[in-house]
């Protein structure tokens, strides 16, 4: 009998890949593209073997989303270069597999800070774009889609198109945030924020409970600081519920901080190898024998406790890197959750039912002794992007460890919690998600997006090759749409160009 | 985040419990066997527990060699990968003391040891790359000696559990776990009617002992565990004297 994992001479190989949560893996043809030319030649490799096709950028989606299990995966990661770069209007273009952590260290000696990034700068602004990421800073500052100018997108049938918000506005915001399933990006024209200073203006705060916590979110949204991010102990219960504590920050105006220029070299940015003397890269080790639910308990009380501290709510100058990259701060600290890994849900919520919400999420953990290790939350706004995560009110990020004997209760869980934002009509995210199911994605969605989405998909890829483990996970209870042609004055490139060839 | 196991042998026994058992227990399963009825009556038992599709029917008969590679591809589509295999497929037909009947005894041998084979070498195979994984076979207590009851099931106990052995020599070294379970009698069709069983135990305890063993613990199992210190002393009695016994 024939292997069909046989590692035949022709490449792209089999190899194993998984997300950053390690709770799948799978194997895939593996095909590296250096350039869009190379991408076309993927496409034909795998539509003449009737295989589907799913970019990967650095493997930091926690879910299945970079995932084409038994299909073929187009690592990004050799597209890493930094086309160009216009110090005076603060443009930059760069391929896909770029990284934020490149991409700073590139334009920070000018005077700028990319005007979003994740909390890990290891993600890549292919997978940045794909997934439409937010930061910390979004309600003021919006996703990455909003500071992108256009960008290159290579389709299945084989066209290399450049997309700008006017020339294509449907493709432009149908693309962005659609986990490639319209194209892959070869290449993204961002615009970058001037910072006069490489630190930020930081304000710390304890919030007792869940109550002040949302008074310190409103309180800083009032005076507009840029970024608001707060973090709970999910396992503090009845009156504490909700304690934390939460950081503004605010981008530093010119002449404001004496060091300011100084600051803006990369070395005053890197965070530093130690903490407390002991070599961070080993910070996991010293961590893994708290993973366990009292010993998180005991974690995340005393985070709660230091952070009341008069001294550690003090308004202080911070780098931008050590502020935005709290998930470098331990490198590898997802060891802390092996072998059996995490999922991450993260509840977009919007506002008026935020804090209800959020309360019974809690509560519900702690009522299955199954409460998160870690919660963070951000404030968002709504945008124009077809499959946008982001709505007018509140995320709570929740990271579970999976212990398996507990993975049917974490399911029951996470279904439980997919059923809360349904009913306060938020919305989901597929870069962390792995649960979520094509119904519930449906309704947060709505159908007339969905089939204008639909519509066009068709258009750019007819034969669905482009696919991953998450698109047909939700494809598969997600139930007929209907396509919804798009209206005769939509501005529509992508319809023109095929009558122009007469192809129609 | 679930799981995604495969389940041969599926329909009935100890199959069908672990169908149920793997649902509980947060896996999306493939389920394959060769009757399609009672296979679509598991299937549609977990589901409807569950709420949610979870688990769903691949008609194959493990005799059947050249189809496997298909049924195994359409499996692992479905789940869109794998982590667990279970060969839960297997036969024990009635035989008599006297009776030396090649075609029963080939039958058998193809459905407890050439159908194991052809579905766990692919596992195998698929799990190198991936380096990660389980692969689960239902040996038995039967398969330790060699009775006078029914020789070649003994045998063909006997092979999977030196293949299983085999496979984990070979694999453990790529991050996959290769369990072999040895149940004693479990109550299901195959030990329906048959008298003065010891320690029998229901299905749905052996599927709980079985998916206990695929997250951790000793490689291979006796279920229950009374059956270790137990197979301990069999399996040390001198051929001598263990042909002179009742069993």
């Known amino acids: 009998m024939a292997n069909p994992y046989e590692q035949t001479a022709e490449a792209p190989h089999w190899e194993a890949r998984r997300a950053w949560g390690m709770t799948q893996r799978v194997v895939a043809k593996v095909f590296r593209p250096m350039s869009a030319e190379d991408v076309v030649a993927a496409f034909e490799w795998a539509s003449a073997r009737g295989l589907t096709v799913c970019p990967w950028g650095n493997g930091r989606s926690y879910g299945d989303a970079a995932l084409n299990d038994s ?130 203006d930081v304000q710390p705060l304890a919030a007792a409970d869940l109550e002040e916590m949302f008074l310190h979110f409103e309180h800083h949204e009032a005076q507009s600081w840029d970024y608001v991010v707060g973090w709970i102990d999910a396992f503090a219960s009845g009156d504490r519920l909700g304690r934390g504590n939460m950081h503004a920050a605010r981008y530093v105006a010119e002449g404001v901080d004496p060091v300011g220029e100084r600051m803006l070299s990369v070395s005053s940015q890197e965070l530093s190898a130690t903490i407390f003397g002991f070599p961070k890269k080993w910070m996991w080790a010293l961590m893994k024998p708290w993973a366990h639910r009292l010993g998180m308990r005991f974690i995340n009380l005393s985070r709660y406790i230091w952070s009341t501290f008069e001294r550690n709510q003090r308004r202080h100058l911070e780098p931008h890197a050590q502020f935005n990259f709290l998930l470098d701060f331990v490198p590898n600290w997802k060891k802390v959750y092996e072998p059996h890994g995490l999922i991450q849900i993260q509840l977009f919520i919007p506002k008026a039912h935020a804090r209800r919400v959020i309360y019974q999420a809690i509560e519900l953990q702690q009522s299955m002794k199954y409460e998160s290790w870690l919660v963070v939350m951000k404030r968002h706004r709504a945008d124009a992007y077809w499959l946008s995560h982001a709505v007018d009110g509140y995320s709570f990020a929740m990271d579970f460890p999976v212990w398996p004997k507990r993975r049917g209760e974490l399911y029951e869980l996470g279904r439980a919690l997919e059923q809360m934002v349904q009913e306060a009509g938020g919305r989901f995210y597929l870069a962390k998600d792995s649960l979520v199911s094509g119904s519930s994605f449906r309704k947060s969605i709505g159908d007339e997006t969905l089939g204008r989405f639909q519509a066009l998909k068709t258009l750019l890829d007819p034969t669905g090759t482009l696919q991953s483990n998450q698109w047909r996970r939700l494809q598969r209870t997600m139930g007929h749409i209907e396509s919804i042609p798009m209206g005769a004055d939509d501005v529509y490139s992508v319809l023109s160009e095929e009558s122009e060839d007469g192809r129609d | 985040m679930l799981k995604r196991a495969i389940v041969v042998g599926a329909s009935s026994g100890i199959g069908a419990a672990l169908v149920n058992e793997l649902v509980d227990s947060g896996y999306i399963v493939a389920a394959v066997a060769r009757r399609e009825q009672a296979l679509e009556r598991v299937c549609g038992d977990a589901n409807q527990r569950s709420g949610d599709l979870r688990a769903k029917s691949f008609v194959h008969d493990v005799t059947d060699l050249a189809a496997v590679e298909q049924s195994f591809a359409a499996a692992v589509a479905w789940l869109d990968g794998l982590d667990v295999v279970i060969y839960a497929a297997g036969v024990m037909p009635e035989i008599r003391e006297d009776q030396f009947d090649s075609a029963i005894d080939a039958k058998i041998v193809h459905v407890n040891v050439i159908g194991a084979i052809a579905w766990l070498n692919l596992a195998a195979q698929r799990f190198q790359i991936q380096g990660s994984g389980a692969i689960v076979g239902i040996g038995s207590v039967a398969g330790e000696r060699g009775r006078r009851g029914n020789p070649v099931y003994n045998a063909s106990k006997a092979a999977l559990h030196t293949y299983l052995e085999a496979l984990r020599n070979r694999l453990s070294q790529h991050g996959v776990r290769v369990v072999t379970i040895k149940p004693g009698p479990v109550n299901t069709e195959m030990t329906a009617g048959r008298e003065g069983l010891k320690f029998l135990i229901e299905a749905e305890r052996a599927a709980q002992g079985i998916v206990r063993a695929i997250h951790g613990g000793p490689e291979v199992r006796y279920i229950p565990i009374v059956w270790l210190p137990i197979m301990t002393v069999i399996r040390a009695i001198p051929s001598l004297i263990f042909r002179r016994m009742s069993f």
């Open chain 1, 71 to 200: 299909e073929v995966i187009l690592d990004m990661g050799g597209m890493d270069r930094v086309i160009e770069w216009d110090r005076a209007s603060g443009i930059v273009t760069v391929e896909p597999g770029v990284t934020i952590a490149k991409l700073w260290r590139h334009i920070l000696p000018d005077g700028h800070w990319p005007s979003v990034v994740s909390g890990t700068s290891y993600t890549t602004i292919g997978g940045c774009t794909a997934a439409n990421i937010h930061g910390k800073n979004n309600w003021m500052h919006g996703p990455i889609g909003d500071h992108i100018l256009r960008f290159t997108i290579v389709t299945p049938d084989g066209r290399i198109r450049e997309i700008d918000r006017e020339s294509d506005p449907n493709l432009f915001h149908a693309a962005i945030g659609s986990f490639g399933a319209l194209g892959v990006f070869t290449s993204i024209t961002l615009q970058t924020k001037r910072i006069y200073s490489g630190r930020l």
